[in-house]
């Protein structure tokens, strides 16, 4: 062999030894790559959500700057939501200055008549938030079917006397409803006190440039939580007498009341006709400590629990059930006796995916 071709030999094997080298370099450098990129992709897909999660919390879009500020100011002691000072004075509750909480709106049954039915919260200018078994109410008497009852359902905006004839009333009162969505696990069948919250997609938006009509803001993202003994108010056009008899015993003007948060194992809330049958982790109990009889009684359900933050009113809650100490089968309203709402708060998630949902 010519020492031209065992050089030309030597130079192939070095060139083949180099190349065989390089292949565990060039297989760990493309392993990096490939496991940097997968974990980016992952690392993007879950910021992603994250973060989108965390702006729809902290500002949900449905909702605007202006939510929670009323034009006519409510007769209401702000000083209770910074100390705890005994108020003078829903059962036991007092009438409330027209138009003073433009975003209680009345959900009731129009058939030949008009009948006030439950309260509920305008939360975005076409979403109505209220308990879901106000909406069951209406299925009941007419079998369950869902045309007949979204024809027989209309929500009044912006009005303040509940008697008012609807004659009288404009396009601007009177909405009819697209649809609604009750929780998931709110059992219809045994009419449940757990997951008591539904939302109301209105057939038209709510003309929000008038002083009667605005709002409610919600307290997502804003680490406003309730806190056992803080004061909140609860809202509504309820009956002040422990008979229910339509409109006979119904306020016409909304009644409002203080009720302090009670601690989840306060004995008084788990006692009489509800014991210890209420969801703990997602609903309130709350009642007033003074000698004044106060508690909210039917057609005060669906309605407002609110608290004054950073001057404006946030929904903490939805008036869903009351309490009684008798044998009874049935509440008898008695104004010494706790009521519950159900935890806005524990419902973000769920309330902000109906709403996208229905849009």
């Not at 109990?285 to 407002?304: L, M, N």
């Amino acid at each position: 062999m010519s020492s031209e071709n065992a050089n030309t030999n030597t130079s192939l094997l070095k060139k083949s030894r180099k190349s065989t080298n390089n292949k565990p370099k060039k297989l760990i450098i493309t392993s990096l790559i490939c496991l940097s990129l997968t974990t980016f992709i992952i690392l993007y897909i879950f910021l992603s959500k994250y973060l989108k999660k965390t702006i729809l919390i902290d500002e949900p879009k449905f909702q605007w700057s202006h939510c929670g500020q009323t034009h006519y100011k409510p007769n209401v002691d702000l000083s209770k939501f910074d100390t705890s000072i005994r108020h003078k004075r829903i059962i036991g509750g007092e009438d409330s200055v027209k138009n003073s909480w433009p975003f209680l709106v009345s959900i009731r049954l129009v058939n030949n008549q008009s009948y006030h039915v439950c309260g509920g919260n305008l939360i975005s200018d076409s979403h109505v938030l209220t308990a879901a078994h106000c909406l069951w109410l209406f299925f009941r008497p007419l079998d369950f079917n869902l045309t007949r009852v979204l024809e027989t359902i209309e929500v009044y905006v912006g009005i303040h006397e509940l008697n008012t004839d609807p004659q009288l009333l404009g396009d601007e009162y009177k909405y009819k409803i697209e649809i609604f969505n009750w929780h998931p696990d709110f059992d219809s069948d045994n009419l449940s006190l757990f997951n008591d919250i539904a939302i109301i997609k209105l057939k038209r938006k709510v003309n929000l440039n008038r002083p009667e009509a605005n709002l409610v803001c919600l307290p997502f993202g804003k680490n406003y939580e309730l806190k056992v003994d803080d004061w909140v108010v609860a809202i509504g056009w309820g009956t002040y007498s422990e008979d229910f008899d339509h409109s006979e015993h119904h306020k016409n003007y909304p009644q409002q009341a203080f009720f302090k948060i009670q601690d989840q194992h306060n004995s008084y809330c788990n006692s009489g006709l509800i014991g210890e049958n209420w969801d703990k982790s997602r609903t309130v109990c709350a009642y007033d400590e003074t000698q004044t009889p106060k508690s909210t009684c039917f057609g005060d359900s669906g309605g407002p629990v609110v608290a004054y933050r950073d001057h404006k009113w946030f929904l903490f809650g939805v008036i869903s059930f009351g309490n009684d100490e008798s044998n009874s089968t049935m509440r008898r309203c008695n104004g010494s006796q706790p009521f519950y709402f159900m935890n806005v708060t524990a419902y973000s998630d769920w309330i902000l995916e109906t709403i996208e949902k229905l849009k």
